[in-house]
């Protein structure tokens, strides 16, 4: 259990906190909505290992919202990894064989952006693009919960460690209690 554990911290420690050390968006803002639309189709470009290359369109959600902080108008991306997918749409819906249900999805998210105008984002105050996200991949709360089973698995290996280690202890002091003869006392 203590080797498993301690691989797994390690693969973890290798991905998990790799990508969360290079995350860049430090800086947790209110955004205001400015404007949601949805603009024509786009295409699926990387996505053809998920049984995409059958739908080759999605529509495109653009989402323009305005920062507490500064109050200009930035670009709102869903996660970091949405602008190196498809720079021109905010929000990247999953693989689906129906196209209706996509376009639904789409629709409810950007009603949703709609009903709820006010809500955190993060921004990178050092990158000059114009562009902010809605959710972070890799934040520490992801972190510690990638870090709970190892630690848990941990715990319980020197748990039985210890037990082990003071059953024989106590079997010795038994023992001699029991039988000093035997142990020349």
């Known amino acids: 259990m203590i080797l498993c554990s301690v691989m797994m911290y390690l ?6 906190l790799g990508s969360y050390i290079k ?5 947790e803002l209110e955004c205001t909505l400015l404007q949601a639309t949805i603009k024509g189709n786009e295409t699926w470009s990387s996505d053809c290992s998920q049984d ?10 653009q989402v323009f919202v305005n920062l507490s902080s500064s109050g200009h108008r930035k670009f709102l991306f869903h996660t970091e990894d949405t602008p190196e997918t498809n720079p021109k749409c905010s929000y990247i819906p999953e693989c689906s064989q129906n196209y209706t249900e996509v ?3 789409v629709e409810e998210i950007a009603n949703n952006f709609r009903k709820y105008r006010r809500f955190p984002c993060y921004y990178n105050p050092e990158w000059t693009p114009e562009t902010v996200i809605l959710t972070k ?12 089973w190892p630690t848990f698995m941990l715990i319980c290996g020197v748990s039985i460690i ?9 079997f010795v002091l038994a023992a001699q209690k029991n039988y000093p003869n035997l142990y020349g006392i």
């Open 103 to 105: 376009q639904k999805k």
């Open 52 to 61: 995409c290359c059958s739908i080759l369109q999605y529509p495109c959600l």
């Open 137 to 148: 991949l890799y934040s520490w709360r992801g972190l510690l919960e990638t870090m709970v």
């Open 162 to 170: 210890m037990m082990v280690k003071i059953s024989r202890r106590l």
């Open 23 to 27: 995350g860049v968006w430090s800086e």
């Open 11 to 16: 693969i973890f420690g290798l991905t998990t």
